[in-house]
């Protein structure tokens, strides 16, 4: 457990107590996203790494960088849900064509759900049922919403979810499966994430959409520690994340800037956030020099980045600036192949959208970004069972709305009344 730890909003560099927030900055005007200071004495920097580090190789041993509530019941997802602990496996023929010194894939669909996401909402969840929180909701184009309908039916509390209503099909059935109740947003993902936010505050639910709850990239920061451990605890010269919202690279950023603080890696290493270019929006600020991202239209195939509006931009192209990094972007049509060159060159099978880091890293070679001497990691953020074809038409339990929170509100009364 934490011994103290603050909220500090990336904007105006202020520090809040953590009980004193629960979402965004409450003084900034702009939307500002909280990002967790531990204090690292109390945590354990200088002791041991195995006086600090403690359980099962999962997400839960790093439990001391973990903003989680004091007090309050612990569950077993916390123990025994298995989120977390993926492999980085090592992929030597992939390390040759490339031509760097190595390469490995953390690949993530092994768990619970099949994507990184599981490390957010596995943490949103343990703080729910640490505080009484029964209902917890999201907007998510598929993989966060699985990875919360999951973690809630672990813990036995109730998941509401926003899609877009041209979710691929598998990802609903997933979703019903765990027992969650679903809203297919015919207005897209945007859309769906200011519902979450409006029902979050009508209803008195738990948000856990993405960047808006704290909690969501300090779960995924948890992949940054392992990679690090994974290496023998040294960080590698490059790591390549497909990018949407942003907030999975934002996390990783914070666990290796994380680890670098508690001695247990030398330095941060180059991120490069890896999006469509038909969903750009990180991009297209990157290559402006902006330090904000402004809507761009989303068309890709690849759901889990397919994403018009990050919702971490700026704290992702931040991120990616203090690393060295950079955003680059590939086309739709080199993503069916890099599925089938990531599963054959590692035995990897990740979604479109994980396969990004694949293409990314030929982008990288191609532009000369890559040396004979670089250890590059590709983050394989969703499993390649995931995906189905886009626009199918998804299960008649799913209610598809507009844009309406009063839709929310009568379909929500009326099921209560029928339990």
């Known amino acids: 457990m934490t011994s ?22 409450p003084v900034c005007s702009e939307w500002s996203p909280l990002t967790m200071v ?56 992939l390390a040759d064509e490339f031509g760097v010194k190595r390469l490995w894939v953390k690949d993530e669909g092994r768990n619970p759900t099949g994507s990184l996401k599981d490390r957010a909402s596995a943490l ?67 859309a769906a994430v200011q519902l979450s936010y409006e029902a979050a505050d009508r209803f008195g639910w738990l948000c856990r959409s993405t960047a808006y709850n704290p909690l969501t990239a300090e779960g995924k920061k948890t992949a940054a520690f392992e990679i690090i451990e994974q290496l023998g605890f040294r960080a590698p010269s490059v790591v390549l994340v497909p990018a949407g919202d942003g907030n999975i690279l934002t996390g990783l950023y914070r666990g290796f800037v994380d680890a670098v603080r508690m001695g247990w890696a030398e330095a941060v290493p180059r991120l490069v956030a890896v999006q469509s270019e038909q969903a750009p929006a990180l991009y297209r600020a990157w290559q402006s020099g902006h330090v904000e991202v402004e809507s761009y239209d989303a068309v890709s195939i690849a759901e889990s980045i397919n994403v018009a509006l990050p919702q971490d931009g700026f704290r992702a192209l931040r991120a990616v600036r203090e690393s060295g ?37 030929a982008g990288l070679k191609g532009w000369g970004q890559l040396a004979a001497d670089d ?6 953020t969703g499993n390649g069972l995931k995906h189905a074809v886009p626009g199918a038409p998804v299960d008649p339990q799913v209610i598809t709305i507009g844009a309406e929170l009063v839709a929310v509100e009568r379909v929500w009364k009326e099921a209560r009344a029928r339990d």
């Not at 945590?43 to 359980?55: E, I, K, M, T």
């Not at 089938?340 to 990314?360: K, M, N, W, Y």
Request: a negative charge; hydrophobic letters at 45%; charged letters at 15%.
């Open 325 to 361: 990094g950079s955003v680059i972007t590939v086309p739709d049509s080199m993503l069916g192949a890099a599925v089938h060159r990531l599963a054959q060159g590692s035995g990897v099978f990740a979604e479109p959208s994980a396969a990004t880091a694949l293409a990314g890293l």
């Open 124 to 190: 949103v969840v343990a703080a729910a049922v640490r505080t009484g929180q029964d209902v917890v909701c999201t907007a998510s184009s598929g993989n966060a919403a699985a990875a919360l309908a999951g973690c809630c039916a672990a813990a036995g509390i109730t998941c509401v979810v926003f899609v877009p209503s041209d979710t691929a099909p598998a990802k609903i059935r997933q979703l019903l499966a765990y027992g969650a109740s679903v809203f297919a947003v015919r207005d897209g993902y945007e």
């Open 38 to 93: 531990p204090d690292y004495a109390a945590a354990g920097r200088g002791r041991p790494v195995s006086d600090v580090l403690g359980g099962d190789f999962s997400m839960w041993r790093y439990r001391a960088l973990l903003p989680l509530p004091e007090g309050g019941p612990a569950h077993p997802l916390e123990t025994g849900y298995g989120v977390g602990g993926t492999p980085l496996v090592d992929a030597p023929r």
């Open 4 to 25: 103290f730890y603050q909220w500090e909003c990336w904007r105006c560099q202020r520090l809040f107590a953590a009980a004193e927030v629960r979402y965004l900055c």
């Open 375 to 380: 250890e590059v990691v590709l983050v394989s």
